[in-house]
């Protein structure tokens, strides 16, 4: 059994620790968080949680095996690199970073430390995802020649201008952050590193200073093209698509909206599929409901154990960034830029 601190108790957090209720692979004895509210004191009660004074803190605590971040990403290389220097495994909510130098970094010292590193890309852990990923490696989609994903939430309509995430520092390109690099690494799973890529990204709705409206145009070095939309001012969707010349399949379902429940957060993130092949009839099916928190804490605590290794490579992890590094780029520069 991992013993972990959680380290930020806003509603994601605690989604967190509420996906782990019952776990036999690792659970939260001890938390931090910026600000100790009523509510989180209540929360950590409920949850039978230590509050620490601080990060520092529960890094101190040998009864401490991992942590968890649960925190805005510019801060995510420092606490990376503190918690192994401590010797603590770390899973590391997205995005990880926003630059390639800051993500190897943070993975040279996770590697010098010897411990497990973990990232919060949760949509990987579904079986829907895996078999597509299957489909794919086993030729049955032909060669593959596009990936697109559309993501959208209202969420943005309802953000105080005092929350980090209205913040372009800690969430440029809108969507990007809390919604576009999951499909980044579903991407990067799929159809292998991005060579370059074209982002635009402005404000249409929001009164904010946030960008609402994302899209980037990817070319993988496999060939194949890419496409991703975020919206944060409108209907929530999810769908994830990929094209090859032996026919297509798209997943659909909902995303992390404001005022859902924890359970809904965790367990309907996918709902509707099909393939439709080149020749016969379409198949449609529902994907099963499953706590994709709860799957993706538990690969990262049979990494820390000494189990199987996260599915998420070190590379992986520091292409995303470089990706994620390019996107803010483009929409700056407004031009086509290379990823890292």
Known sequence: MINAAIVGLGWWGKTLVESLSGSDAMRFVAGATRTISSDVEAFAKQQGLRLAANYEALLADPKIDAVVLATPPLGHR???????????????????????????????AVRKAKVALALGYN????????????????????TIMHVECTMTVPNALFLKPSAWRANRSEAPCGGLAPLGVHAIDGMIDLCGEIEQLYC????????????????????????????????????????????????????????????????????SLFGACKFQPVKGEAETWQADKLDLSRACLEAFARAAAGGAAFPITHEEMIHGAAATEAVVRSASSGKVERVG
């Open 78 to 108: 420092a606490q990376v690199s503190a918690a192994a220097a401590a010797g603590k495994h770390v899973f590391c909510e997205k995005p990880f970073t926003f630059s390639k130098r800051d993500a190897a970094a943070a993975v040279e």
């Open 123 to 142: 949509r990987r852990f579904h079986p829907e995802m895996a078999k597509l990923r299957s489909r794919i490696r086993s030729g049955g989609l032909g």
């Open 200 to 267: 635009q990204s402005f404000r249409r709705a929001v009164e904010l200073e946030m960008d609402d409206t994302t899209s980037v145009l990817f070319r993988f070095r496999s060939g194949a093209s890419g496409y991703l939309g975020t919206m944060m001012a409108t209907a929530p969707a999810f769908s994830f698509a990929v094209f090859g010349s032996k026919g297509w399949v798209r997943l659909e379902g909902i995303t992390h909206v404001a005022g859902a429940s924890s359970e809904e957060r965790r367990t």
